[in-house]
């Protein structure tokens, strides 16, 4: 069984642009969360959705959105990119409550 | 919310030696989950162990979930076993279906030949 994907695996915007990342989740999964790691700030979660809605929301700031589509593949969008949002981006999915299987990650670079 | 603490926060080894990591949780957890970090940043699955023992190999994971800590016992150590070890849980006040984690800082351990 296919693992979950991420694309693209690198990125470099620059302040101002904004950025759409995709996960594609375990088949079968139909949760899908996102999780943004900095060397700062360690990992943090962003939001989680589950058949299509919103369950979750971290603490980031409304630039950071995401959806989710009825294939359970997600996207999150992050808009006029700033200096501190350069980060590994990391999607996680599972079926029940129990194990959350990762992405690879998407390094994003905001120049 | 709740807090993770991971310890130690760097750990260095021979090849072949033993190691215990520990994270503690502030709250009742309904999932504890280790993990490895890989040098390209992928976070590789190696327990959901929110009570109890488990074995995998040369790991084994132990939850005391009434005293609010897990540890990872690494045995044998190899190169291969280099990385960051992360604890993530997700507090039982979350209720079901929550599916956040919140994660320690993690523990970087490097094992040398």
């Known amino acids: 069984k296919a693992g979950v994907t991420q694309t693209p695996r690198y990125l470099i915007k620059t302040r101002g642009q904004q950025v759409t990342l995709s996960c594609s989740p375990i088949?079968?999964?139909?949760?899908v969360s996102w999780y943004q790691q900095t060397p700062g700030q360690g990992l943090q979660f962003l939001f989680e959705?589950?058949?299509?809605?919103?369950?979750n929301k971290g603490n980031f700031p409304g630039r950071f959105s995401g959806r989710q589509f009825s294939n359970s593949r997600s996207e999150m969008n992050v808009s006029t990119l700033e200096l501190g949002d350069s980060a590994l981006y990391l999607c996680?999915?599972?079926?029940?409550?129990?194990?959350?299987?990762f992405g690879p990650g998407t390094r994003l670079l905001v120049l | 919310g709740i807090q993770v603490e991971q310890s130690p926060p760097d750990l260095i080894l021979q090849e072949g030696a033993n190691s215990t990591l520990r994270c503690n949780f502030s709250?009742?957890?309904?999932?504890l989950q280790w993990f490895h970090q890989n040098p390209w940043g992928q976070l590789i699955n190696l327990f959901y162990?929110?009570?109890g023992t488990k074995q995998n190999g040369r790991l084994s994971a132990t939850t005391v979930a009434t005293e609010r800590y897990s540890l990872l016992y690494i045995s044998s150590s190899q190169t291969t076993d280099s990385g960051v070890y992360f604890c993530?849980?997700?507090?039982?006040?979350?209720?079901?279906?929550?599916?956040?984690?919140?994660f320690g800082k993690g523990t970087k351990l490097s094992v040398i030949p």
């Open positions: 993530a849980v997700e507090p039982a006040y979350s209720g079901a279906g929550s599916y956040q984690l919140t």
């Open positions: 996680a999915s599972g079926r029940s409550q129990e194990t959350q299987y």
């Open positions: 088949s079968g999964h139909r949760s």
């Open positions: 959705y589950f058949s299509e809605t919103q369950r």
């Open positions: 162990i929110p009570s």
């Open positions: 709250d009742s957890v309904n999932n």
